[in-house]
Nanobody
Framework: QVQPVESGGGPVEAGGSLRLSCEAP????????MAWFRQIPGKEREGVASINVDSGETYYVDSVKGRFTISQDNAENMVQLQLNSLKPEAPAPYYCGAEKGDCLSGAWSSKFMYHSWGPGTQVSVSS
């Protein structure tokens, strides 16, 4: 499988928005789970949102519900993450993870579920 590639990160002011994209050829024609993670400095890689490519079912960590939206564009082999109402935080990379099989409601946020990762795209939110 080709590794995912993220894009769309950058600097933004608190309250602003960003749209991240993950291109993952090969994962949009099979049953798979695509997810976005972030890694704030000094902390573990944290699951932010995931989507079942087959059903479109989505999952979110509580801290981003109502602000972030994960979606997919199968024609472009891409998964997007819309980040709205961003809060000030230290610069952090956002990673796209991909795995064959459905996202599991109890496991999608575990980094150990995914064996294919992109190099990340940096998001920096200033106050």
């Amino acid at each position: 499988q080709v590794q995912p590639v993220e894009s769309g990160g950058g600097p933004v002011e608190a309250g602003g928005s960003l749209r991240l994209s993950c291109e993952a050829p090969g994962y949009h024609y099979i049953m798979s789970c695509m997810a976005w993670f972030r890694q704030i400095p000094g902390k573990e890689r944290e699951g932010v949102a995931s989507i079942n490519v087959d059903s479109g079912e989505t999952y979110y960590v509580d801290s981003v519900k109502g602000r972030f939206t994960i979606s997919q564009d199968n024609a472009e082999n891409m998964v997007q993450l819309q980040l709205n109402s961003l809060k000030p935080e230290a610069p952090a990379p956002y990673y796209c993870g991909a795995e064959k099989g459905d996202c599991l409601s109890g496991a999608w946020s575990s980094k150990f579920m995914y064996h294919s990762w992109g190099p990340g795209t940096q998001v920096s939110v200033s106050s």
